[in-house]
Every structure is written in C-alpha cells, then in structure tokens.
C-alpha cells in the first residue's frame, strides 16, 4: 500500500459547508480542525470563486528566484474561505477563474483566528446537480448523527464582569467606526503593491494590539483586504 493510500485512510475528508469549518476550533498541537461532526484535518467543500489573485514576492537571498502564490476566495452560500495555493505555476490554474464552480480538497490551516484551506485538489464542477447531491448529503448527517459540542478557545482573560456598562456600550457603538478608519487608513498608508507593516498601522491608529489583530481579521473575512506578504496588509 502506497504512503498517498495511507494517508488518505488515515485522514479523511470531511465533506461539509463552510460554516462548519468557520465554526469549528482549532487545535495547533494536533494541527486538527474540531467541527460538530468530529476531528478532521481534511475537508471537501464544493463553492463559486469570488476571486482569484497571483501574489508574487521576490526572495532577497535568491535575487532571481520568485516565490508565488494563488488565492481563491470561495463562497458556499453559507460562509467565505481562502484556498491558497503557494509555489505553483499560475498558468496551471488560469483555467479556473472569477464566478466558477469548484470542488476543493484539502488541509485546514489557520493562522490567529483566520482559516484557510491548502488545497490537494482544485477542479471544476461541470454539473450543478453535485452540489445539490452533497448539500442532501450534509442535511442528511445533520439529521442523522450526533453531533459533537465544539470546545471554546479563550484567546485573552480579560475581566469583562468588571467591565462598567458605559465602556461596553461605547465599545460596541466604537467598533464599526474602528473597522472603517483601520481601512481607511490601510487605503492612505497601504501603496500599491507592498501594503502596510502591521506594525506601522498600529503606530499611525494607536489602536491596542489584540483589537487591531480583531478588525484586520474581520476585513480579511468580509474580503475587503489581503495580505501580500505576513502581516503587510492592502486593499483588495
């Protein structure tokens, strides 16, 4: 039995909705997803691309040597996903473009709390009568299985309960107008192609580090920015 048998046996591919896999929690010392159908490093989603772009970065030790990346931005009806592709051929996959149906394979990663699919497999769905097979095929083991209670993931002990109601209700209203101005200023400060140092647009908003890291995450999600390289952000 060959090794690429083998692992296949021994980590199946969950097929599910995005959601699933966005409210799932993440388990860095397994390198597992924990979703209410059990643990799965693998997942098989079918979805539209929403966007596809090539970044490509130029190593400093290797002046002639580029690396590259694909990334598609998937949608399921149910919730959005990155599939990122690295150190690929991009003509390989310039037949799959913007408003595709595709069917992906892959292992689930994240980084913070952002996650993302590196995909094994990334092809064309030519009959939409598949994705209503497998949408039957999902309501089907939500019926029928017993479903596992995800475990929480507390990021930060912060002492909410001492919290006054004042500073909660002006941090909710808060929250939107600091999305908004941390694009903004992404926008004035990002350029056109390297984008803006995390560490930069902290200084420039004066924003604590763990609410920052909460508002790029979000816009990542909504699709709105993306990284060109770690933690350089720019507009989408």
Known sequence: MSNNTQRLIRYPALRCWIKHILEGTYLPDEKILFTIFGKYKRVRIYATVL??????????????????????????????????????????????????????????????????????????????????????????KLKTTVLMEIPTKIEDNFPIDELSEEYEMNHLFKSDDDKEQVLEKIKELGGEIKGIPFEELQKSLAFNENDLKKYLNELEIESRIYQVEENYYQLI
């Open 51 to 140: 966007d596809k772009k090539e970044i490509i970065s130029q190593k400093i030790e290797e002046k002639s040597d580029f690396n590259s990346r694909l990334e598609f931005d998937l949608d399921d009806g149910t919730g959005i996903i990155r599939a990122i592709l690295w150190g690929v051929v991009a003509e390989q996959y310039s037949h799959i473009v913007k408003g595709d149906l595709v069917d992906v394979m892959g292992i689930i990663r994240q980084w913070k709390n952002y996650f993302s699919i590196s995909p094994e497999m990334i092809k064309h769905i030519e009959n939409p009568n598949f994705v209503l097979l497998r949408d039957a095929e999902i309501i089907k």
